[in-house]
């Protein structure tokens, strides 16, 4: 499996350029409806091979992202380009090829599924929807129930038989089988107790390498994100704040925000001066983002042009960037900083 294959060598494998996504929401009981802003301009890109952290607190967007790139939501504006060609524009065959390569791994793959099916059919199934011969099923079943870590002797049981760690390979099994070249892991590991998590993180860098994939990570838990993303991508409210290298994100985060939230995952040691940023406030409803930063009702060291502007995201050269006025500026000694 190549993956580089019809892709041109400097075309990133996903391209989401300027995405928005509002919801209609009803409100007041006379029918009427206002838009909820759930995905906010949002543009990103993720190259063959590498594993994109999106992290950022529940209700910011991130599942509505994943779905809007798989194309189970229509974007309001903005497209999403999958090996260079554009999504929203695609004919049926095209969408038919995006359902097969790029799978989804869920919270809790199996809650859809039907728990009178064995595994070895909830794992054949699309395949057997794509009319594949009967044999090829058969052996790439096989094969891919021992990549991720079970039994063959499974394949005959019925899914309440497993816990969760062998339900989520299960999950992982079945999209695997498709042979996907981007797997979307959407909280793929929240539902799961920290050792479990972490034989899961382990699996997904074991077949990472195997069937060389490129992974959109989606998680609220940033040290989880940590463990498995190349590059991260941080959102609030709608937006991606930032963007960088799992490296730079973590040692030196340009966001307020960004900073604030690993100050919250940092274990601080007897001699670091770190402290934990608490933010004061609550998040803002989508339904009505503030003016200017939408991060400025929370923002430690927002000025008076935070709350009438709204900064640009600033690219930088390395495929990151960030969306603030005043980037980097928030390296305060985390002691002095605003914690309650
Ligand atoms: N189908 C929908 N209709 C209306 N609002 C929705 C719908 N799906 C999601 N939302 C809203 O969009 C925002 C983003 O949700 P979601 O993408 O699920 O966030 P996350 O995955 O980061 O927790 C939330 O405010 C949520 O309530
Ligand atoms: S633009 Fe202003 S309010 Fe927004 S994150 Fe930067 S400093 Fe804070
Ligand atoms: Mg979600």
């Not at 969408?95 to 799978?103: A, Y």
């Not at 009178?116 to 594949?132: C, F, H, S, Y």
């Amino acid at each position: 499996m190549n993956q580089q294959q019809n892709i041109a060598p400097m075309e990133p494998l996903l391209r989401v350029q300027a995405l928005s996504k509002q919801f209609a929401v009803s409100v007041g009981r006379f029918g009427g409806t206002r838009p909820l802003h759930a995905l906010d301009n949002v543009s990103f890109l993720i190259n063959a091979g590498e594993c994109l952290g999106l992290v950022g607190e529940s209700g910011c967007g991130k599942s509505t992202l994943g779905r809007t790139i798989l194309q189970l939501l229509s974007p309001t504006s903005g497209a999403v380009f999958f090996q260079g060609q554009d999504l929203s524009a695609g004919d049926k065959k095209t969408i038919r090829t995006l359902r097969r390569d790029v799978q989804v791994v869920f919270q809790d793959p199996f809650s859809s599924l039907n728990p009178r099916m064995r595994v070895r059919d909830i794992i054949a199934e699309p395949l057997t929807n794509q009319k594949l011969p009967r044999r090829e099923i058969d052996e790439r079943v096989q094969q891919v129930i021992q990549d991720v870590g079970l039994r063959a002797d499974y394949l005959g049981r019925y899914p309440h038989a497993f816990s969760g760690g062998q339900r989520q390979r299960i999950g992982i099994a079945r999209a695997l089988v498709q042979r996907p070249k981007l797997l979307i892991c959407d909280e793929a590991v929240s539902a799961l107790d920290v050792s479990v998590q972490a034989q899961i993180l382990n699996l997904l860098q074991e077949i990472r390498q195997e069937y060389e994939l490129t992974i959109l990570f989606i998680s609220h838990n940033l040290s989880v994100v940590r463990h498995i993303a190349d590059r991260v991508a941080v959102m609030y409210l709608g937006q991606v704040v930032e963007i960088g290298s799992n490296e730079q994100i973590f040692s030196d985060p340009q966001h307020p925000y960004t900073r604030s939230l690993i100050s919250a995952v940092l274990e601080p040691t007897r001699n670091s001066k770190s402290k934990r940023i608490m933010l004061g406030g609550e998040i803002p409803s989508p339904l009505d983002p503030p003016p200017g930063c939408y991060f400025s009702t929370r923002c430690p060291i927002a000025i008076e042009r935070c709350r009438t502007e709204q900064p640009a995201f600033n690219e930088t050269e390395d495929q990151g960037g960030v969306r603030c006025h005043t980037p980097g500026e928030f390296k305060v000694d985390m002691k002095t900083s605003t914690s309650e």
